[in-house]
């Protein structure tokens, strides 16, 4: 069974542009989780689709937006790029929502912006 | 507001050691508690998860303690082993309304075991 994969898994960008970050959850996984883990700050919960909709997002600007397709991929968009946006982003899926499903993470895309 | 703290940053044990991570958590509404382990390049996966209605969980070399009046959870790996040299972080999880269940991480804790 293919595991969490992500895309791109490195992007540079300059300050001001707009980055989008791909997530395949693991087949039959309708509910997808984004998280940012910057360096010294571990991983901090930024949204949750579940069966195409936005359920729930952490405290994070709203220029980080996304969207959550038919097949339950998921992109990320960060618009507006900052220094501090720097950091590893990293998705997870979940069969179906619940507090015992365990979340299947992906190898993240480290994004730097300069 | 952190609200799941762990400690320590980082840890070296020797090749058979014990390795003691711990952590301590603020919102009495958490109500499970999972451990992730993460190697360099890769996204972090399960390794063992407890629920606040036991004060012990035992997998193989891995052994999750609970103490909730305290509010404190540890990782506890026996013997261990090179191969165990990665970043664990603990975490936290309750249901933050509309059936979500996000994770709230420690901040990591980076295990070296040397030979």
């Known amino acids: 069974e293919a595991g969490v994969t992500q895309s791109p898994t490195h992007l540079i960008k300059t300050r001001g542009q707009q980055a989008t970050l791909r997530c395949s959850p693991i087949?039959?996984?309708?509910?997808v989780y984004w998280y940012q883990q910057a360096l010294g700050l571990g991983l901090q919960f930024l949204l949750w689709?579940?069966?195409?909709?936005?359920?729930n997002r952490g405290n994070f600007p709203p220029r980080f937006s996304g969207r959550q397709f038919p097949n339950y991929s998921s992109e990320l968009n960060v618009n507006a790029l900052e220094l501090e946006d720097s950091a590893l982003y990293l998705c997870?899926?979940?069969?179906?929502?619940?507090?015992?499903?365990?979340?299947?993470f992906g190898p993240g895309t480290r994004l730097l912006v300069l | 507001q952190q609200q799941v703290k762990q400690s320590p940053q980082s840890l070296i044990v020797q090749k058979g050691g014990i390795s003691i991570i711990n952590c301590a958590y603020e919102?009495?509404?958490?109500?499970?508690f999972p451990w992730y382990q993460q190697f360099p390049g890769k996204g972090p996966a399960l390794l063992i998860a407890i629920r606040p209605d036991v004060s012990e969980k035992k997998e193989g070399r891995f052994t999750i303690s609970f103490n909730k009046s305290a509010k404190q959870f540890s990782l506890h790996i026996m013997d261990s082993q090179p191969g165990d040299s990665a970043t664990y972080f603990c975490a936290a999880s309750r249901d933050s309304g509309a059936g979500s269940y996000q994770l709230t991480f420690g901040k990591g804790t980076k295990l070296s075991v040397i030979p």
């Open positions: 087949s039959g996984h309708t509910s």
């Open positions: 997870a899926s979940t069969r179906q929502t619940g507090w015992r499903e365990t979340q299947y």
């Open positions: 919102n009495t509404a958490f109500d499970y």
């Open positions: 689709y579940d069966e195409g909709e936005e359920r």
